[in-house]
T-cell receptor
Framework: GAGVSQSPRYKVAKRGQDVALRCDPISGHVSLFWYQQALGQGPEFLTYFQNEAQLDKSGLPSDRFFAERPEGSVSTLKIQRTQQEDSAVYLCASSLRQGPGAGELFFGEGSRLTVL | AQSVTQLGSHVSVSEGALVLLRCNYS??????LFWYVQYPNQGLQLLLKYTTGATLVKGINGFEAEFKQSETSFHLTKPSAHMSDAAEYFCAVRSEKLVFGKGTKLTVNP
């Protein structure tokens, strides 16, 4: 497709379950970002990849959160032993350019996670 | 560290009235500034961006924003609100990563 694709769009998990969220960026985009958006809040940065290298993971809230992008294209955000506070929309974005600068970020529609 | 402050979590205007959404930023380097719009259950869509050059930036749907370095502001305006403008608006600043404000929910009354 032409845009950033995320799946699943909706996920309900029981507390303690592991979840995996997938992001398929725009073809050829070097940079990939994950954001967490809690209800009524702005998106909060989680982690950033440049190709397959994870350059910044300073926003990951705990060691239960793990992201990978092994071939520099599709990325997976994994959350282990989910907690209720993990309930949020997880947004993925990609950018053509690498490094600091003005490259526009293109966002997917997000994966809404609800932890019961 | 970079940060963004959006003044007013909720703004309500009448259809046809001026829209003004305020954004102030903090950045240690010349900033790249963005406004995004988010409709319910949808992703973020870029309205406009400031990189370098002209400080008055025009975007989609009749929106524009002016970069004022002396005031560290990047306020978003639209001369005449339309019902379809009702959404949440996010100001953001970027160096390596994009840092968002908390958002302003715009309501347009008939």
């Amino acid at each position: 497709g032409a845009g950033v694709s995320q799946s699943p769009r909706y996920k309900v998990a029981k507390r303690g379950q592991d979840v995996a969220l997938r992001c398929d960026p725009i073809s050829g985009h070097v940079s990939l970002f994950w954001y967490q958006q809690a209800l009524g809040q702005g998106p909060e940065f989680l982690t950033y990849f440049q190709n397959e290298a994870q350059l910044d993971k300073s926003g990951l809230p705990s060691d239960r959160f793990f992201a990978e992008r092994p071939e520099g294209s599709v990325s997976t955000l994994k959350i282990q032993r989910t907690q209720q506070e993990d309930s949020a929309v997880y947004l993925c974005a990609s950018s053509l350019r690498q490094g600091p600068g003005a490259g526009e970020l293109f966002f997917g529609e997000g994966s809404r996670l609800t932890v019961l | 560290a970079q940060s963004v402050t959006q003044l007013g979590s909720h703004v309500s205007v009448s259809e046809g009235a001026l829209v003004l959404l305020r954004c102030n930023y903090s950045s240690s380097v010349p900033p790249y500034l963005f406004w995004y719009v988010q409709y319910p259950n949808q992703g973020l869509q870029l309205l406009l961006k400031y990189t370098t050059g002209a400080t008055l930036v025009k975007g989609i749907n009749g929106f524009e924003a002016e970069f004022k370095q002396s005031e560290t502001s990047f306020h978003l305006t639209k001369p005449s609100a339309h019902m379809s403008d009702a959404a949440e608006y996010f100001c953001a600043v970027r160096s390596e990563k994009l840092v968002f404000g908390k958002g302003t929910k715009l309501t347009v009354n008939p």
